[in-house]
């Protein structure tokens, strides 16, 4: 079973930056793809960025240019730098790891959250 811890996030300004990162621990067998969704009240959790494990990456149009996600395979962490904030980033992201705890059974697992808020 893998475990994910999330660090960072917090209070910002508009047009300002922060960075979160997430790091997986457990047992496991390979880790394979890598994401971050983020999730408001009221609204489903929506996928923004995604890692391979060879590292291809891909990003919802909303954060494209703004946001990029990062991956360590040695020390099994993930991170998102998010630049040019603006108050409809804010809301909870989580992190999210598809792994296979044997070769061929694909497990998933997410973080805890932690909240991002974008205000004056």
């Known amino acids: 079973q893998v475990q994910l811890v999330q660090s960072g996030g917090g209070l910002v300004q508009p047009g300002g930056s922060l960075d979160l990162s997430c790091a997986a621990s457990?047992?496991?067998?390979?880790?394979?793809?890598m994401s971050w969704y983020r999730q408001t009240p009221g609204e489903t959790r929506e996928l923004i960025a995604t890692?391979?494990?060879?590292?291809?990456?891909n990003y919802r149009d909303s954060v494209k240019g703004r946001f990029t996600i990062s991956r360590d395979n040695i020390k099994n962490t993930i991170s998102l730098q998010m630049r040019s904030l603006q108050p409809e980033d804010t809301a909870v992201y989580y992190c999210?790891?598809?792994?296979?705890?044997?070769?061929?059974?694909?497990?998933?697992?997410w973080g805890q959250g932690t909240q991002v808020t974008v205000s004056r």
């Open positions: 457990g047992d496991y067998s390979s880790m394979d793809t």
């Open positions: 890692i391979t494990s060879k590292l291809a990456t």
């Open positions: 999210h790891a598809a792994y296979y705890a044997r070769p061929g059974f694909l497990h998933t697992a």
